[in-house]
């Protein structure tokens, strides 16, 4: 009874591991990090300063760096997290405040350096743009360690590259923007070419 109690757990060992993924990380998109410009402090009778500021301004804009803190922290901690992708709307105003995006920039260098997890990100409509003061060779600059060093290839006229992760996946992070209404669709046939190839 002993031995067939041995073998079944070990066949039962051996299909877990079979059917572990192979690919974990953690996702968070829209972080909108903003430069934090007011000082957090409550009014009137609410004693809550969180919830008295975010009943105020519907958002919680000052607290997006301790946000982003958090989830770092939790990344960190969690040994089931590989990497981490950041799909867009890093910073809030990045197209005009370069600021928000150097800020967001030096949390995930400490976190790799940390970690040793690797950050991958792609460019949100709010990051940046033509004609701005974050251009898309800005925003290549400051996020050269999270992607773009990795690359295999990336589109000299967007923020797309694309990079291996580990040996049996590809990221593709693509750039889906439009040059100029934050709105819009810049998807093209061009991009979908890119893709398939």
């Known amino acids: 009874v002993l031995s067939v109690l041995m073998v079944v757990s070990c066949v039962s060992v051996g299909f877990?591991?079979?059917?572990?993924?192979?690919?974990?990380?953690?996702?968070?998109?829209?972080?909108?990090y903003n430069v934090p410009e007011e000082e957090l402090t409550a009014s009137g009778e609410i004693d809550d300063e969180i919830y008295w500021y975010a009943n105020?301004?519907?958002a919680m804009e000052n607290e997006s760096?301790?946000?982003?803190?958090?989830?770092?922290?939790?990344?960190?901690e969690n040994d089931d997290v590989e990497f981490v992708l950041i799909p867009g709307d890093i910073a809030d105003n990045g197209k005009v405040i370069t600021q928000e995006h150097l800020?967001?920039?030096?949390?995930?260098?400490?976190?790799?350096?940390?970690?040793?997890?690797?950050?991958?990100?792609?460019?949100?409509?709010?990051?940046?743009?033509?004609?701005?003061?974050?251009?898309?060779?800005?925003?290549?600059e400051i996020y050269h360690d999270f992607g773009y060093a990795e690359a295999l290839e990336t589109v000299e006229e967007n923020c797309s590259y694309t990079a291996d992760l580990g040996e049996k996946y590809r990221l593709i992070s693509?750039?889906?923007?439009?040059?100029?209404?934050?709105?819009?669709d810049g998807m093209g046939a061009d991009d979908l070419d890119w893709v398939r190839k």
């Open 103 to 140: 800020d967001v920039a030096e949390k995930f260098k400490a976190f790799e350096e940390e970690t040793g997890k690797q950050i991958y990100v792609t460019v949100g409509n709010h990051d940046a743009g033509l004609n701005c003061e974050t251009t898309y060779e800005t925003f290549k």
């Open 56 to 58: 105020r301004r519907a």
């Open 16 to 32: 877990a591991a079979e059917n572990e993924p192979d690919l974990k990380f953690a996702v968070a998109s829209d972080l909108h």
């Open 174 to 184: 693509l750039d889906s923007c439009d040059y100029d209404a934050s709105t819009e």
């Open 65 to 76: 760096g301790f946000i982003i803190d958090e989830f770092l922290k939790q990344c960190a």
